[in-house]
């Protein structure tokens, strides 16, 4: 007995023994820490940071709805005006919109909304429709190789149709070849690194790289396996090629969680309380949004989250929510609202625009050509299934841009018909909402529009 015991006290054993140690480290970092730290991943206000306090603070809860996307959708949805057809019986909304969009982000969003137990009856995902439009105008895309057609075509659709800021003759060339990069992505793929050409292998590689490698893109343990099959199908690459790119994307986001995961502790450490924005419970809130209350005399205060007794917060969290409410009940932000159109750059204006160029006809458009779609409606599938699973419905929405156009019924039953979860205001709702004095800037609705397509949403989540 005593010379086994002098064995295993012997130095190289107990080396030996040791040598597992950063392999089960490794493990865990992969496979607990890197999906955290990459959908918490931090930005300049520390938006994504206020999520995970949003999900913590609600756990095993019961939300009417949880709406998620972009920043477009936290400023254009008020979750306390979503609570069905009676706001008693309803358990609160949740909006978990952040700056960014990514679907991948949205589904890791929907996995630990599900992992803490919170069950909503509504997931709301604003739906990217422009990628529906890329290359729909066959004859349009050809046009436009001719350079006198393309440029007569920028001015007309671009340059004189819309008050923007005016063009020095220095800055015109960069302003022209920034229409050119934006039309070439978004609408009708010319741009040479964004063209997708069915025969070309190259461009098709590319794309799924940019795709996969975009830094808004978290993994996630489930999807991830899921990720070389649905870059073959979405870009018709073989499926082997399609596992060395999902590989380096994991090298890709396993580098950039080390470098989050030391951020993270720093400002844990030593700079709590300089994070900025206000996080009240059920959104993440920025001062210069300005309130969130309404001029409405039915509706002319939030209610402060941390009073429901059927939400209970932490005292860490109880802290936070009332240090934000007090800062949203004091703030002098005034209401922003759109004044002059002339402020704005011409390509923030026409970035973007969720049913094509205005101006141009798509009646009989072919909606979702692209590459692109092809992946969108693969990872939306995925999004529906886990939603689903968790007996929850998806619903699928757009807001409104200021300059964006309606779209036809032809239309509207295209996208429809590929994305059956598809709801959008009828145009009457648009046109009320489609006005300056609705919109903090050319993208984002203010209180005045927030308030119109909230309402009209909570009247489609109480028919269904």
């Given amino acids: 007995m005593s010379n086994l015991i002098n064995y295993f006290r012997n130095k190289k054993i107990k ?40 999900i913590s603070l609600n756990k095993n809860k019961n939300p009417f709805s949880v709406s998620i996307g972009s920043s477009r959708v936290r400023r254009g949805i008020e979750p306390q005006l979503i609570f069905g057809k009676n706001e008693v019986e309803n358990d609160k909304s949740l909006n978990l919109g952040l700056q960014g969009k990514s679907y991948k982000r949205t589904y890791s969003i929907i996995e630990n909304l599900y992992k803490n137990g919170i069950n909503p009856k509504f ?42 800021k005016k ?12 229409i050119k990069n934006i039309m070439g992505r978004e609408y009708f793929s010319t741009a040479h690194k964004y063209s997708i050409h069915r025969n070309n292998f190259i461009n098709r590689v590319k794309l799924s790289k940019k795709i996969a490698s975009n830094i808004r893109s978290p993994l996630s343990k489930t999807l991830f396996l899921e990720e070389p099959k649905i870059y073959s199908e979405s870009f018709d690459l073989p499926y082997i090629f399609t596992k060395f790119v999902t590989a380096q994307r994991f090298l890709f986001v396993f580098n950039r969680a080390f470098q989050e995961s030391y951020i993270y502790i720093k400002e844990k450490l030593t700079n709590s309380e300089k994070i900025k924005g206000l996080w009240m419970g059920d959104i993440c809130w920025l001062e210069r949004y300005g309130s969130r209350n309404f001029q409405d005399n039915n509706i002319a205060k939030m209610k402060p989250f941390y009073l429901d007794k059927n939400y209970p917060p932490g005292s860490n969290n109880l802290q936070i929510l009332k240090r934000s409410w007090e800062k949203h009940n004091n703030l002098n932000v005034p209401q922003p609202k759109l004044k002059d159109l002339s402020e704005y750059s011409i390509k923030r204006i026409i970035h973007g625009f969720s049913f094509g160029i205005p101006g141009l006809e798509y009646e009989n458009a072919i909606l979702g050509r692209s590459k692109i779609t092809k992946y969108d409606l693969k990872i939306i599938d995925e999004i529906r299934s886990i939603i689903e699973s968790n007996n929850g419905k998806l619903i699928l929405t757009s807001i409104p841009r200021i300059y964006d156009r309606y ?10 018909s590929l994305y059956k979860d598809f709801i959008y205001p009828p145009k009457s709702i648009f046109q009320k909402i489609n006005l300056a004095e609705n919109y903090a ?24």
């Fill in 167 to 178: 063009i020095s003759k220095k800055d015109q060339k960069k302003v022209l070849k920034s």
């Fill in 407 to 416: 779209p036809s019924n032809n239309e509207i039953i295209q996208i429809k």
């Fill in 441 to 464: 800037d050319p993208t984002h609705l203010n209180n005045n529009g927030r308030y119109i397509f909230s309402k009209w949403l909570n009247d489609q989540l109480s028919s269904f």
């Fill in 15 to 54: 080396r030996f023994l040791f040598l597992p140690l950063p392999i089960l480290f490794l493990f865990l970092f992969v496979y607990e820490v890197i999906p955290w730290i990459s959908l918490i991943r931090f930005d300049r206000s520390f938006n994504t940071y206020c999520l995970g306090n949003i």
């Fill in 123 to 164: 997931v709301v995902i604003a739906l990217e429709t422009k990628n529906l439009y890329l290359d729909s105008l066959v004859a349009e895309k050809q046009n436009l190789k001719n350079n006198n057609y393309r440029e007569d075509f920028i001015n007309e659709y671009f340059l004189e149709k819309y008050p923007t």
